[in-house]
């Protein structure tokens, strides 16, 4: 990831910004692989749905408004990227197209 020839700039900043996105990814996976092997996770989820079940019928459409809403943006992202992509004719910067 990093060679001898770095400077200042923004690679540097998207490398070092990358280290702990990757540890904070491994500490997640982590936590998440130990709750749920030892059983805690779905302790957790029981007692969660079963104290919001009087609420799920008045947030329904509102998760279901919120998840159309998210899917259009993330479509139309998605979208305008491959465009660019194309209209272009090359591929974006390298450390951007690793991230997507």
Known sequence: MFDRRETLGADLFIKLAMIPAVVLNVVFQTAYYVASHTGSLDRVLRQASSSVDHL??????????????????AAVNTSYYAYQVFASGSPLHTTLVSLF
Do not use: L
């Open 56 to 73: 799920s019928t008045r947030y329904a459409w509102r998760a279901k408004v919120a998840t159309i809403v998210c899917w259009i943006f």
